[in-house]
């Protein structure tokens, strides 16, 4: 019993560091990507970290990745990203017991180093393809003010 408890807490730790990463980012830095907003600009301030939140389902084979032609360096820093430029922050929605294959959302990570403007470009693909059945293109701007 006391093996399975210990576990429990291990796996809770985990779970608890992983989604903070973007649960503790203010909702006034938490922005959602949908249709409407393709080709978008936001504005955060310099030194703050902020999310992009996009809809999607893993299980169909399809999650969400920063594009290849988006170069990280130190005026922008990709905070939570895989080697494969997927999240690491997934969040699936409530579903019923037993229920499996609900979506949820992907979470990126970002935080603005110097002021300027940035293009990032989100990708809709299965991550041994080359090719994405859907994107979103948005810019970011980091202000120092």
Do not use: C
């Not at 006391?2 to 830095?29: H, M």
């Amino acid at each position: 019993m006391l093996k399975k408890f210990t576990k429990l807490i291990i796996a809770f730790a985990l779970v608890s560091t992983i989604f903070s990463q973007y649960k503790d980012i203010p909702i006034d830095r938490v922005f959602n990507l949908d249709k409407s907003n393709d080709g978008d600009e936001f504005t955060v301030g310099m030194d703050k970290e902020f999310t992009f939140k996009i809809r999607g389902n893993p299980t169909t084979g399809y999650g969400w990745y920063l594009a290849e032609e988006i170069q990280e360096d130190d005026s922008l820093l990709a905070i939570n990203l895989k080697e494969d430029r997927s999240t690491k922050n997934y969040e699936a929605d409530p579903a019923p017991e037993g229920m499996m294959g609900v979506g949820g959302s992907f979470y990126f990570n970002f935080k603005g180093k110097r002021a300027g403007t940035y293009p990032l470009i989100f990708v809709h693909k299965r991550p041994w393809e080359t090719e994405s059945i859907n994107q979103k293109a948005i810019k970011v701007t980091v202000s120092d003010i």
